[in-house]
């Protein structure tokens, strides 16, 4: 397929699974500096992508934005945290943006009415969390951890198990306790994940 937005959103809206992910493959197999290319422009698209009534539409668009993330902070690892580590001209600030922009859809999503989009949304959260410890973003951890408890203060329907497990997952990069619920609730929440979301 063409690796332009029109053509990802083609994809995206089709319902097709074979055509979204294939989607998704093609964004996955771009080095680095494509998909950063392609970034600013197909962010926008999964934010209007996103609005769809359609819970798979909106599934499929988490996983995208999931898949585009072009993790450009990945080349300071091992050197020093400056601009000239990036490739091109990007800049520690543009790749800071796309990490605030992705944290945001992310618990954006988290809290979605369909259990599809929200499981794909902590599984993205884990992701970008993994992101920020490798490039020692703390700051960054520690503002996904404190949303993720104000989420979780003001949830407790069926979105609570997962916001638990992004949770428990950005909790455990940023080397924080791990838990916001007690012991059974844990055990109780565990077991509904292993059966899947209706």
Not at 118 to 134: I, Q, T
Not at 143 to 168: N, P, R, S
């Amino acid at each position: 397929m063409d690796q332009t937005p029109e053509a990802f959103r083609t994809a995206l809206s089709s319902g097709d699974t074979e055509r979204v992910n294939q989607a998704i493959d093609e964004v996955e197999d771009m080095d680095l500096e494509e998909r950063a290319a392609l970034f600013n422009d197909c962010f926008e698209l999964c934010r209007g992508l996103y609005e769809s009534d359609d819970g798979y539409q909106r599934q499929s668009v988490i996983r995208f934005a999931a898949a585009l993330y072009p993790r450009l902070g990945i080349r300071t690892v091992g050197a020093d945290i400056t601009d000239e580590a990036l490739p091109g001209e990007w800049t520690l600030d543009d790749i800071a943006t796309h990490r605030n922009w992705l944290r945001d859809f992310y618990l954006e999503a988290l809290v979605d009415d369909d259990g599809r989009v929200r499981r794909a949304a902590a599984k993205a959260l884990k992701d970008l969390a993994l992101s920020a410890e490798m490039i020692e973003a703390d700051d960054e951890l520690q503002t996904m951890v404190e949303e993720l408890e104000a989420l979780a203060a003001k949830h407790d329907d069926a979105t609570q198990k997962h916001i638990e497990a992004a949770y428990e997952n950005v909790a455990f990069h940023a080397e924080k306790p791990g838990s916001l619920l007690p012991d059974g609730l844990q055990e109780a929440l565990a077991q509904d994940l292993s059966r899947g979301d209706r």
